[in-house]
């Protein structure tokens, strides 16, 4: 029998997403992000919270390399898939298979390939038998799904949230929080949800507090809950 080396594997991993020391400004008025710093383990599920305007979706774009920091760097190695808040603005095909067909236009795939791709990624968020229906059929719990659906048939090994849940009512909501943690455990992938809703937290393996432009508190996501919620008391 033999024994590995380090017993926690994770200690062996760099970082899939690392920001560092990130600063950037929409204009000299508004800085937005000072010294912006955190890393995401592979294989795990990290949230960011922080309150209406504090920098998320900005540092979303950024790790998107959207936006270009005004310093510090950013390092993302690894093919990333994005889901933002309302899937109408990021569903654009007619239909649930072109939607994800259309994501693998560069891929350079035959027919059958892509078909087979977007089986497998509609069976991982189970709807494997929504190929053929019209987008604005669908909840908005489902176009979601749609979306995770089009990173996963297009092989990203992480993937980014920023508010997906903000649209859904809290049913659909926690259905599509376990649904992503489920993903993330079975496929290995590595995951970083925008979110203000602090129930969310009971799914993830760590949380990011950002606040006044840099991240001021990291870790386990129970005990940022409960400081969270004390504060929202006091
Ligand atoms: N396109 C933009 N142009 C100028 N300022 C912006 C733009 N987008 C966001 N901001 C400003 O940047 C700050 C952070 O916004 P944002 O990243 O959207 O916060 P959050 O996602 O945490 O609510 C806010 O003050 C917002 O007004
Ligand atoms: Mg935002």
Not at 83 to 97: C, R, S
Request: aromatic share 6%; glycine share 6%.
């Amino acid at each position: 029998m033999s024994y590995p080396l380090n017993p926690d594997p994770k200690q062996n991993e760099a970082p899939v997403i690392r920001v560092n020391n990130v600063c950037f400004n929409w204009s000299s008025e508004a800085k937005v992000l000072k010294d912006c710093s955190l890393e995401v383990p592979q294989g795990e599920f990290w949230m960011l919270l922080g309150n209406n305007g504090s920098g998320k979706s900005t540092l979303l774009r950024l790790l998107a390399g959207l936006l270009i920091p005004d310093a510090g760097s950013i390092v993302m190695p690894y093919k990333t898939g994005f889901v933002f808040q309302n899937p109408d603005h990021q569903l654009v095909m007619p239909t649930v298979g072109a939607d994800i067909a259309f994501g693998l236009v560069n891929e350079n795939l035959s027919p059958v390939q892509v078909k087979n791709r977007v089986r497998s990624a509609l069976d991982a968020v189970n709807l494997a038998d929504f190929e053929r229906r019209p987008i604005h059929a669908l909840s908005g719990g489902q176009k979601q799904r749609i979306a995770i659906a089009g990173a996963i048939a297009r092989n990203c090994e992480v993937i980014m949230f920023d508010e997906p849940t903000a649209l859904l009512d809290p049913d659909t909501q926690l259905e599509l929080v376990a649904q992503v943690q489920n993903l993330v455990k079975k496929r290995n992938l590595t995951a970083l949800w925008v979110t203000h809703r602090l129930e969310e937290l009971d799914y993830c393996d760590g949380a990011f507090l950002l606040e006044g432009g840099k991240v001021v508190a990291k870790g386990n996501p129970q005990s940022l809950k409960q400081k969270l919620l004390a504060a929202e008391k006091s």
